[in-house]
């Protein structure tokens, strides 16, 4: 270890992984542990959470959170830093109030920023927020430099997103600077990850729990189940449920080129299975995505073409061009959804629990318009009276006043 690493080292703060033995062993697969709920406790007189957090019941004594892959990861103090991969877990820092204590961010490009605008009292920037990935590759001395509490992120993806990581320099992270807690959600059935997989509110309340705002964790989700369910109640009969057909707006329109995916499983299309809609291309479709052109469109001709990363990646003006070129190709303006105008900027699958809130509410707008109110732009959020969930309740839980 070099001198400049072990002064690092003797000015961290008094948090630390709970063993380079469960970085190893992480990086390699599955700490063990079937759930994650089941923690060994730390101490006499403490608690476990809901959260497999085993607790002190003493302020300023350690604390522990088990997620796949780390395994169980102990705080001796509250992180008061933190840095995320992208916004998966970087939205579940700001719904817990900790935007303040964001470092960095791998991608700080690339979010759907916007939404947080219709959250009365709420300013998200990421001005000055450095984005750690950069010509390819993430320096591992940024890391040093940010001097983190807690690092969001699953350290598999990291490895797979620049190859030049290797389980030691996790390792060194994780004890030199400080712990990582994280798992990659996204979708499921990836060969590298042979780990338990979480839901969205499943990692939510692993994060609530290293933060210690239960409180938080548990307003977000009132608010979600309340709004799922009550969307849920009022969908109509399945056959009446539009097909929908996803296409990414990284696509290359002016070549009639389209990535489309399936629905699938996993945390980045919650929004369509939590609104019943049927997939058009998931039975066509063997594996995570396809490449089609325009006559392979047609053939399965949806009701509805939804663009993934919509909001997150393109204007509404560089969407409304992309939809032009579309609609003035010859075969592509003989799909359905060009023919009825049912073409919509679509969520971001990177989404945490606020992006959720939004992408849920936006798309049962566009699909059933005729029961939740029109979709008319994001300017449609700004009308309570069309609000399918409380804005103004969840913006009060990120600003404390709750």
Not at 220 to 242: M, N, Q, T, Y
Request: glycine share 10%.
């Amino acid at each position: 270890m070099s001198e400049r690493f072990e002064s690092e080292v003797s000015r961290r703060r008094m948090l630390k992984a709970g063993g380079s033995a469960a970085v190893a062993a992480g990086l390699a697969g599955c700490t063990g542990g079937s759930d994650g709920a089941d923690p060994t406790a730390t101490a006499s007189g403490s608690e476990t959470t809901t959260a497999g957090a085993t607790r002190s019941t003493t302020d300023g004594e350690s604390y522990s959170v088990r997620m796949e892959p780390m395994g169980e990861v102990t705080f001796e103090s509250v992180p008061e830093s933190w840095m995320a991969y992208f916004s998966t877990y970087g939205d579940m820092g700001i719904a817990l109030g900790q935007l303040d204590g964001l470092e960095g961010l791998v991608f700080t490009e690339n979010w759907p920023l916007e939404f947080y605008d219709y959250l009365p009292g709420v300013d998200v920037s990421f001005d000055d927020v450095p984005q750690l990935y950069g010509e390819s590759s993430i320096d591992k001395e940024v890391f040093y430099s940010m001097d983190c509490d807690v690092h969001l992120m699953d350290p598999n993806f990291i490895a797979r997103l620049d190859d030049s990581w290797e389980p030691a320099d996790f390792e060194e992270v994780a004890t030199n600077v400080g712990p990582i807690v994280g798992n990659s959600i996204r979708r499921r059935g990836e060969d590298w990850h042979d780990y338990r997989y979480y839901s969205l509110y499943e990692a939510f309340e692993k994060i609530a729990a290293v933060f210690r705002e239960r409180e938080r964790y548990e307003a977000i989700k009132s608010v979600h189940d309340a709004f799922v369910s009550d969307v849920r109640s009022r969908l109509p009969a399945r056959e009446g449920r539009p097909e929908i057909g996803l296409l990414s707006i990284n696509s290359d329109f002016e070549n009639g080129s389209f990535y489309a995916y399936p629905i699938g499983e996993g945390n980045g299309k919650k929004q369509y299975r939590d609104l019943g809609v049927r997939d058009a291309f998931g039975p066509h479709i063997d594996g995570g995505y396809a490449e089609w052109d325009y006559e392979q469109l047609l053939e399965v001709d949806p009701d509805v073409l939804v663009f993934s990363y919509g909001f997150s990646h393109a204007t509404a003006q560089q969407f409304e061009t992309s939809m032009q070129q579309m609609a003035d190709d010859p075969i592509g303006s003989q799909l359905s959804a060009v023919e009825n105008d049912r073409l919509y900027r679509g969520g971001t699958s990177y989404q945490g629990p606020i992006v959720n809130l939004f992408q849920t509410e936006i798309a049962a707008k566009q699909f059933y318009p005729g029961v939740f109110g029109a979709w008319e732009g994001l300017d449609t959020l700004a009308d309570e009276s069309e609000r399918l969930f409380d804005h103004r309740e969840v913006a009060n839980v990120v600003t404390g006043d709750f």
